[in-house]
């Protein structure tokens, strides 16, 4: 199983074998770095798949899900925002189709990497998204006190995965200059990609088949 988010330089990735420990691996190039686990039977990423007309039920639910973290579940753009060809034509769509609200530089900025993850999902079925918070909170049993940039936060979080079989090694070697909310994060979405082939994972909206998009599974 391979769990993926990304990070400032680009993605970030766990792969999960039946006995080994955890790899770290990282690179610019998504398609390249799920070249270097072929046998993978699930990668769940961490970036909106499937983008609606006007919003997505899976969002909405998510953050109802995570309680005190709910800031971290953004609203995925309709799919003619984030075609616009700048920012400001972006929010005039935004304003338009959504009532008068407009979208975060954050969201417009996720625009590429989006499209990136949605290319490969379309050719490749194995591919599902993830929100780390939303599996984190599955996992922890409940709302995560802790933002997971603080020291609390991440000390609950690499316990909780070690506590589910998925021990972080100490030395991550090429992930070792990856910052550690977001090798925590590539860790959950591994759990999540784990249950989902097992047939055990949980999805908003509720009962989703798999192979449907707009789907956030945990």
Not at 2 to 12: A, I, M, S
Not at 142 to 169: C, E, H, M, S, Y
């Amino acid at each position: 199983m391979l769990g993926v988010d990304w990070y400032r330089r680009g993605w970030v990735a766990v792969a999960l074998a039946n006995s080994a420990a955890p790899d770290v691996l990282v690179g610019e190039d998504l398609g390249a770095i799920m070249e270097r686990v072929p046998g993978v039977s699930c990668i769940a990423v961490d970036m909106p798949i499937g983008l609606p007309e006007i919003e997505r039920a899976a969002d909405g639910l998510a953050r109802k899900f995570v309680g005190p973290r709910w800031q971290s579940v953004f609203a995925t753009p309709p799919e003619a925002v984030l075609k616009a060809e700048s920012y400001t034509e972006a929010n005039e769509v935004a304003a338009r189709l959504l009532g008068g609200k407009k979208i975060s530089q954050q969201a417009w900025a996720l625009r590429t990497n989006i499209e990136v993850v949605g290319k490969l999902a379309a050719r490749d079925p194995r591919i599902i998204e993830v929100h780390p918070e939303v599996s984190f909170r599955e996992l922890v049993g409940g709302p995560v006190a802790f933002p997971k940039t603080t020291w609390n936060g991440q000390a609950i979080r690499r316990r909780a995965l070690a506590d589910a079989g998925i021990a972080l090694p100490d030395d991550l070697g090429e992930g070792g200059v990856v910052p550690v909310a977001d090798v925590l994060d590539a860790a959950v979405a591994a759990w999540s990609a784990r249950r989902y082939a097992q047939g055990r994972a949980a999805s908003f909206p509720e009962g989703a088949r798999h192979g449907e998009r707009q789907v956030i599974w945990y």
